[in-house]
């Protein structure tokens, strides 16, 4: 078993240095990359298997396992190639974590355990397996998500731990000394000084049997039966003060100490309850007297096998131990006070062992908080804690001797305090630190979704706008334009790399205010309609400067050329974090995407795994994780994007060879939810029949595989990020199509206004378990980014808040309202008709189109779908009903019975006017 045991922990290590990309110190950094090689996890006959190489080493680390409330420590020997079989005990993540002797883990990896790992009933099982040659192509790969160096580790430093650690090496130290010396054979000064330790010889209950302490050495003894007292003598070498600390008391025992002077005056007393350190500080000292201290247990406290640990300090009369500017400081209550949202640095002191300094600061916005201590004198080992306001350490660290100590944690706004104190293992001496707090706010990168970047074209050295130009956008069904400069094609046949079909043409996100003006509006426009129709992000980017974010620096804009894929486009996020990294000095960006952004978040999360550690939050607004309707639409009939002016023709020249619009195709998991295509209404075609039937199929072939195999891994691995769904409803969206024999017409289907207009609600709420929560408001999709009640849910839960704000929901809202009419004619010609609504008339024409603000007006070829907002009925006119070609209309509302919800009701409209018609539906 011990062997085994090595062997794991060795492996842990290996995984461990697997996030060392995402370690912010150098040198740990270039310490674990000198160890590692390879490593992998998978899960193979319901084992997780973890396979590793490492570099050979000469260092010995300890590693740190954690899963719930079990843990496992182990040094490590040499080892270069390992593979092992484990067997959790639950389902929460597996933790691991690297740490020397005397370190914190310096990388903390988190592997979740799938359903399909068998569960251990009796502590984590592990059992050597052969080497497998080809661990990266396991059908099941895990991930293995770095944590911040912040987090904690399970409970790697539990007191009874680390107690018993200290209590070996102290065991080691006593055998060499009890060999050397006995009871009856009382060791001379001069021999023990050269010692590294001194330990206590039976009897020494008087001051005339008392044994040796010195200044500046751990002396250790036990406390060994009920009514036990040990006496420890030491002769002061100078004028000064003495501090004197009793430290590494048995766990669940009460150990007392009181100092006296050479003719029995007590000088000082250390009766903490519980286990607490003791200590008793500045004791006046008289060059060439004697001293006494007398430890003895409260309450009848002993333990035969655990050692305690005393000390006594000398501090010269001229040393700098005196009381800094910032006592008193010692307790929370008493805390100094940095303010809020300033960098400080500061001088200070511990001017004893048990002094304790605690400063207290504040941040309004989600920030990285950097401390640094520096400058700490030589005979001092001091640890650095940041807490919470309730005094919960949330960080620590704890180099030995007198590093430099450094924390760098993520944190939510609010009241915290950093403690600094003397670690466990320090000596005394005069001396002064450097405290640095630094707040850096985590930085908000805003995506936009497909057709959500405007873009501009440089053409015979000329700037232009090209996305939604208001100019060439109200031509309409003749806008030459858009389609010649924004269409593409492969750069050969059946390639999946695209080029712009217009020679000598570049486009580009607009760059203007660093993206802002790209993504705040999509035409800007002089007519108050069309801009604000067009609004995407600008309330929301006056609410977060109002909050206190910084254009350019605590807050981004990410514009992208949405025509190419998310693999392309990733690399573009990817610099995007890096520069919101280095203009802030923080650690960590949070993003908030609106649709096809979210893709473009998972794809460069998942396919850059170092990135996943920069991420601190991402909050989606309407994402179509598994896919939407909409994209098929616009690569066969035609979109416009969801903008009322634009044409939905020129929408799918420019979706015909547009990578990500196929990226946006329902995937494999759509089909398997609910199907997409149907042979008619109720039989579904499968996902195979979709990629090889010529009648449903897309023409280009390579891009529709192409997204199919991105989805397979969006649909189905996490992300190692908090994550949050916001997602839009109230409105009918279309599901996809089905063939209807009785009219022999590929015919479109909608929900009944669960989802936004754009993304069905199956897909905007799919989730895997990375998903923290999700909220659902009344809403529709393109409108998400803009709506003050998403605007006040984004700023809240990127202040770390995760309730529910006044109107949004917490679950989603079943029963909807809607009134949906499909108008055909009998012929397959196009539904040339008149509607008329409150008094005001709507030619439908195929080479003028338009809409309301009340009444949206999709296409699909020669098929016309009405969706009415506000629920009033349509009256229609048809100028052709003299001409014998029969207008049919399908009418579904939320007012009908269950039935006719499904089947909707069938009119014809001819010379006769609106009449029902039974007969078409059947």
């Known amino acids: 078993m011990g062997k085994s045991v090595k062997r794991l922990a060795l492996l842990i290590l290996i995984l461990t240095l697997l996030g060392c990309d995402f370690v912010t110190s150098a040198w740990a950094k270039e310490e674990r990359q000198s160890l590692l090689k390879e490593a992998w996890a998978w899960v193979e006959g319901g084992e997780l298997r973890i396979q590793a190489s490492l570099q050979r080493s000469k260092d010995e680390p300890e590693f740190v396992v954690n899963q719930d409330d079990q843990e496992l420590t182990h040094s490590i020997q040499e080892g270069a190639r390992f593979s092992v079989a484990v067997k959790p005990v639950g389902k929460s993540p597996l933790t691991v974590g690297w740490r020397t002797d005397e370190d914190e883990p310096a990388t903390r990896l988190q592997i979740r355990i799938p359903e399909s790992v068998q569960l251990s009933a009796d502590g984590i099982e592990l059992k050597e397996v052969p080497w497998d040659l080809n661990p990266g192509q396991k059908e099941e790969q895990l991930h293995l998500v770095p944590l911040t160096s912040d987090e904690p580790l399970g409970s790697r430093t539990s007191e009874e731990g680390a107690q018993n650690k200290q209590q070996v090496q102290v065991e080691r130290w006593a055998k060499d000394f009890y060999r050397e010396y006995s009871p009856d054979k009382k060791p001379r000064e001069t021999a023990l000084r050269s010692r590294p330790a001194t330990f206590e010889l039976e009897p020494n209950d008087t001051v005339r049997k008392a044994d040796w302490l010195f200044d500046a050495k751990d002396a250790y003894g036990k406390i060994g039966k009920s009514g036990d007292v040990d006496m420890w003598k030491i002769k002061a070498t100078k004028n000064g003060t003495m501090n004197v600390s009793l430290r590494d008391i048995p766990r669940g025992q009460d150990y007392n100490f009181y100092v006296f002077s050479g003719d029995n005056q007590e000088l000082g007393r250390a009766e903490k309850e519980g286990q607490a350190d003791e200590a008793v500080d500045g004791i006046t000292l008289e060059q060439g007297e004697w001293y006494y201290v007398k430890v003895q247990g409260n309450s009848d406290s002993f333990h035969k096998d655990y050692y305690y640990r005393l000390r006594a300090d000398f501090v010269d009369v001229q040393g700098d131990a005196k009381l800094d500017e910032f006592e008193p400081n010692d307790s929370l209550d008493e805390a100094h006070s940095l303010g809020t949202d300033f960098d400080v640095t500061l001088q200070a002191n511990l001017h004893g062992l048990s002094d304790i300094d ?18 700490i004198s030589e005979g001092m080992d001091i640890d650095l804690y940041l807490l919470d306001q309730e005094g919960k350490v949330l960080s620590k660290s704890e180099k030995p001797k007198n590093a430099n100590e450094q924390i760098a944690f993520a944190a939510n706004p609010g009241t915290y305090l950093v403690k600094v104190v003397a670690s466990q293992r320090s000596g005394f001496a005069p001396n002064t630190y450097k405290l640095e707090v630094a707040t850096k706010t985590i930085p908000v990168i805003l995506i936009p979704g497909i057709g959500g970047s405007r873009l501009e074209a440089e053409e015979d050295g000329k700037i232009t706008e090209i996305w939604l130009g208001l100019g060439d956008s109200l031509i309409g069904i003749n806008d030459p334009r858009h389609r010649r400069l ?7 046949p059946n390639s999946t790399d695209v080029q712009s079909r217009e020679k000598g043409v570049r486009i580009f996100p607009e760059r203007a205010d660093e993206g802002f003006r790209a993504i705040e509006y999509l035409s800007y426009s002089p007519l108050d309609p ?8 600008y309330s929301m980017v006056k609410q977060l400067e109002k909050m206190g974010y910084k254009k350019h620096r605590s807050l981004f804009a990410m514009p992208y050329d949405w025509r190419y894929s998310s693999t392309k486009n990733a690399v573009a996020l990817k610099q ?13 960006v949070q993003l908030v995407a609106h649709s096809m952004g979210g893709l473009l978040v998972r794809e460069t999360l998942l396919s850059n795994v170092s990135y996943q550690s920069k991420v601190n939050r991402i909050v989606y607004l309407g994402t179509p994780f598994i896919g939407a309707p909409r994209a098929y639409q616009a690569i066969r009939y035609g979109y416009n994007f969801s903008i009322p002016w634009m044409d939905e023709e020129t929408g799918k020249v420019i979706s015909e060879y547009a990578p990500a619009v196929y990226e946006l195709l329902p995937s494999k998991k759509y089909f398997q939810t609910v199907g997409f295509l149907k042979k008619d209404k109720d039989e579904p075609y499968s996902y195979d029949e979709f990629m090889q039937d010529k009648a449903i199929r897309l023409s280009y072939t390579p891009l529709v595989k192409q997204a199919g195999k991105l989805h397979e891994k969006w649909d189905a691995k996490t992300i190692g990020v908090p994550q949050y769904s916001i997602i839009g409803q109230g409105q009918p969206t279309l599901l996809g199509y089905f063939y209807d024999h009785n009219h022999q017409a590929w015919t479109p289907y909608y929900d009944k206004g669960m989802g936004d207009g754009t993304v069905p609600y199956l897909s905007a709420s799919y989730a895997q378990k990375d998903m923290k929560k999700k909220y659902y408001v009344m809403g529709e999709h393109a409108q998400l980014p803009k709506l003050p009640e998403v605007i006040a849910q984004v700023a809240h839960l990127l202040k770390g808040m995760e309730d529910t704000q006044p109107g949004l929901r917490h679950s989603s809202r079943k029963q909807q309202t809607y009134l949906t009419y499909i108008l055909s004619r009998a012929d397959g010609t196009f539904p040339d008709v008149t509607v008329v609504k409150s008094g005001k008339r709507l030619a439908l024409k195929q080479q003028e189109k338009e809409g309301w603000e009340d009444l949206s007006v999709e296409y699909h070829g020669n098929l016309v ?8 009925e349509l009256e229609f006119e048809d100028p052709n009903a003299e001409q014998g070609s029969t207008l049919q209309i399908q009418r579904f509302s939320s007012e009908d019975s269950d ?19 039974v007969d078409l539906g059947r």
Do not use: C
């Open 899 to 917: 039935e006719e919800q499904e089947t909707g009701k069938w009119y014809r409209l001819g010379q006769r006017g609106l009449q029902e018609a």
């Open 358 to 375: 605690i400063y207290q600061f504040g941040i309004t916005l989600a920030s990285t908080i950097r401390l640094d201590l520096k400058e």
């Open 576 to 588: 995007k974090i890096d520069l919101a990294l280095e203009r802030s000095g923080a650690s960590q």
């Open 486 to 492: 924004l269409g593409l094609e492969p750069i050969r």
């Open 865 to 872: 779908v009405m969706h009415v907002k506000d629920g009033e």
């Open 530 to 537: 069309i801009r604000n129709t067009t609004e995407q992000y």
